[in-house]
């Protein structure tokens, strides 16, 4: 059963870049035909869709964010990982990692505050 | 953006209930609709795909129906584990969205 665990910063300074890396066990993120995805909830808000990377290597973002996010993939770490650059107060969410199929998600990783903050 | 909508925002129901809740699409998404489930201080879990397909594991008193721009989400009898916040998702096109959510509480 693939599992998967977000890791990185809790704290991000306005207009800093946050990036974090989902680690993936029990699967390969090269193989599969899945759709490593994130998506993040903004406190006391619902659930934005930021986008995915194929098994292959191609992604899509949502428009809303795509001029700031990258997500890419380290596959010999089973990892991939979000970029997100020119953060602000508006950035701060729960940031979820998941699998795609490619448009349900399942399973999500347990997720990981960001505040963004001076 | 396909644009999600749910009703009610937040219902209280007891142990035992029959509990539906209705998302709205603003366009046609065929039967490309997810519900999740969240419980507090937890990732949502995929309960249903395809609007009307069980996840493996998800108890039968679940269900889903619809298709076009009306779906509704059924737990036929409330258990304890029930109570959370859900979410039904749009799967029919780029950007994926959400609906904003319906919390259920104990009454």
């Known amino acids: 059963q693939v599992q998967l665990q977000e890791s990185g910063p809790g704290l991000v300074e306005p207009s800093q870049s946050l990036s974090l890396t989902c680690t993936v066990s029990?699967?390969?993120?090269?193989?599969?035909?899945?759709?490593w995805t994130w998506i993040r909830q903004q406190p006391g808000k619902g659930l934005e869709w930021i986008g995915y990377i194929y098994y292959r290597g191609s992604t899509h973002y949502n428009p809303s964010l795509k001029s700031r996010v990258t997500i890419s993939r380290d596959t010999s770490k089973y990892q991939f990982s979000l970029t997100l650059t020119s953060v602000t107060a508006a950035d701060t969410a729960v940031y979820y990692c998941?699998?795609?199929?490619?448009?349900?998600?399942?399973?999500w990783g347990q997720g990981i505050l960001v505040t963004v903050s001076s | 953006d396909i644009q999600m909508t749910q009703s009610p925002s937040s219902v209280s129901a007891s142990v035992g209930d029959r509990v539906t809740i209705t998302c709205r699409a603003s366009q046609g998404i065929s039967s490309f609709l997810a519900w999740y489930q969240q419980r507090p201080g937890r990732a949502p879990k995929l309960l249903i795909s395809a609007a009307s397909s069980l996840q493996s594991g998800v108890p039968s008193r679940f269900s889903g129906s619809g298709s076009g721009t009306e779906f509704t989400l059924t737990i036929s009898s409330l258990q304890p584990e029930d109570f959370a916040t859900y979410y039904c998702?749009?799967?029919?096109?780029?950007?994926?969205?959400f609906g904003p959510g319906t919390k259920l509480e104990i009454k």
């Open positions: 029990g699967g390969s993120i090269s193989s599969g035909g899945y759709y």
């Open positions: 998702q749009q799967a029919n096109s780029f950007p994926y969205t």
């Open positions: 998941a699998i795609g199929y490619p448009n349900w998600f399942d399973p």
